[in-house]
């Protein structure tokens, strides 16, 4: 039985959308109602350098690897969105996924940023959104593939490597079109 829309899914772009923004994307639909959806793009990295020091001063934390860059989205490309693994402000998060949180403050991202054992985050720039039905317009087109999200592959794969694995892992077809070069002029 295929998977449903629904919050705490990826969003796999199928290898029709071959050019643009949203090429190989893998997007953790963070909320889907029949009002609309949005969710954040996990694997599109960018250089922890380019974060401005009034938000994190990158050269002083204790385990820079666990915080990582990501271009979100489109929509508002200068919001940050922050993803994370901890569990400790529950009035101020969303839990997407099992062990996969959005949300929280500058003072969160301040505090945790320096914890030694701190969670793993995901700094998220815009986010990705669709209208009413839009979404599902997409995805009965086979723009999108689905699969549960888990907190798992948004911290520990690699984000070149990540739509691949998740269509090789999903098996029969989808194994066969995660080969696909990204290059289809090198095929």
């Known amino acids: 039985m295929e998977q449903p829309l629904s919050k705490g899914s990826f969003l796999i772009a199928s290898p029709e959308i071959s050019e643009g923004f949203y090429s190989r994307a893998v997007i953790v639909l963070c909320e889907h109602t029949t009002g609309g959806s949005f969710g954040i793009m996990v694997n599109k990295a960018l250089p922890?350098?380019?974060?401005?020091?009034?938000?994190?001063?990158?050269?002083?934390?204790?385990?820079?690897?666990?915080?990582?860059?990501r271009t979100g989205g489109a929509l508002q490309p200068h919001q940050l969105m922050l993803l994370h693994t901890s569990n400790t402000i529950p009035d101020?998060?969303?839990?997407?996924?099992?062990?996969?949180?959005?949300?929280?403050?500058?003072?969160?991202?301040?505090?945790a940023a320096f914890e030694a054992e701190g969670p793993q985050m995901r700094?998220?720039?815009g986010f990705?959104?669709?209208?009413?039905?839009?979404?599902?317009?997409?995805?009965?087109?086979?723009?999108?593939?689905?699969?549960?999200?888990?907190?798992?592959?948004?911290?520990?794969?690699?984000p070149d490597k990540l739509w691949q694995l998740l269509l090789r892992e999903m098996g029969g077809k989808y194994a066969t079109l995660s080969m696909i070069p990204e290059d289809l002029s090198l095929n």
Do not use: Y
């Open 48 to 69: 922890l350098m380019e974060l401005p020091e009034d938000i994190l001063e990158v050269k002083e934390l204790p385990n820079p690897e666990k915080i990582q860059l």
């Open 92 to 111: 101020h998060t969303l839990e997407v996924a099992p062990g996969l949180f959005l949300g929280g403050d500058l003072q969160f991202l301040q505090q």
């Open 123 to 125: 700094l998220c720039f």
């Open 128 to 158: 990705s959104g669709w209208g009413a039905g839009q979404l599902e317009k997409e995805f009965r087109m086979g723009h999108w593939f689905l699969c549960p999200a888990s907190a798992k592959h948004v911290f520990e794969t690699a």
